[in-house]
């Protein structure tokens, strides 16, 4: 295909109008396609840590743990709630203003203190759980292996979770370059 | 203003369209697309000024979201200075209609490069093209070559 059957065809292009009551439809929150999961992971999740706020001084004897345990434990359920609204609010914002160039720019710098506070909030919350449940445990050889391999599960997702959001990071980077003269 | 921008989105709702088949390629990515850029123009739209034209308002706010919508990660494309003797053209192109078969080929393209196309064949001029994606007008003049050049090989294969 030439670049004038190309031009040609780009002029022709057009795929079946929507009427404006379809348009309208699409201005609301409720049709957003990502957010929409968002939403319901979100609601899901914090409704489970609340929940957890609620049950654990019976389930887990909170009532009979040290009190900087309990308050760690609900600061930490706390932060990562604030995560997930904070996630949830920068996808719903995205900066569409400006060049394409700095709006890029802007959404690296977005996404990197995202990723910082995602990241600090999983690990903060890992560790002030694990405290919570181990903090009245008397421990032995074996109980010590366990502990470590539930550590070192944990490292590894809060691994995996940084590649994440480094290879979501670098995807835009390399546009940003697209973009700068050679 | 609801009605002002549902007659304007209306009417240039073809830009959307075309803007959605050049960045991604599945039927139900193109819709999610289609309602993401919507939902941004509407929000945008309390700020519009006036000051541009409304299709380059539009083209801003549509090009910058499908930009900044999370990138599905696609199989590297290398380009070489001779063509190979046969290259296999993944897909059953020939069945394609020209239409589909110009938004596979421009889809080859690097994610600045597809900005770029779309507001030169919208006979944008260089230093509109460069307001819009914040590169130097000369810049813009080498990326078009390159683009020509890179569309040329890409439909020889």
Known sequence: MDFESLKSNWEKSQGTPKQESELKQMTHINQHPALKKIRVRLILEAGLLVFILFIYRDWFDGAHKPLYINILLGISIFLFILNDVLSYLAIKNPVVSGTIKTSVEKHIVTLRRLSVFSLLASAIYSAFLLSFLTSTIHFTTIKYFMLAGIICTMLILLYASYWQWEKRIRSFAEVIKEFTDV | ?157
């Open chain 2, 1 to 157: 203003m609801e009605k002002i921008f549902l007659k304007a989105i209306h009417e240039h709702q073809n830009l959307i369209y075309k803007i959605c088949h050049m960045y991604r390629d599945t039927k139900e990515d193109q819709k999610d697309l289609f309602q993401e850029i919507v939902f941004q123009l509407w929000k945008a739209f309390p700020h519009f000024r006036s000051e541009s034209k409304i299709t380059t308002w539009m083209y801003r706010i549509a090009l910058n979201t499908a930009i900044l919508e999370f990138r599905k990660s696609k199989l590297p494309i290398s380009y070489s200075d001779q063509l190979p003797d046969q290259v296999s053209v993944p897909g059953p192109v020939e069945e394609l209609d020209q239409e589909e078969q110009m938004y596979q080929l421009v889809r080859c393209l690097d994610v600045s490069e597809r900005a770029i196309l779309t507001l030169y064949l919208e006979e944008y001029s260089y230093k509109e093209i460069a307001d819009i994606t914040g590169i130097t007008e000369n810049y813009v003049g080498v990326k078009i070559n390159r683009i020509k050049e890179k569309l040329k090989s890409l439909s020889n294969r």
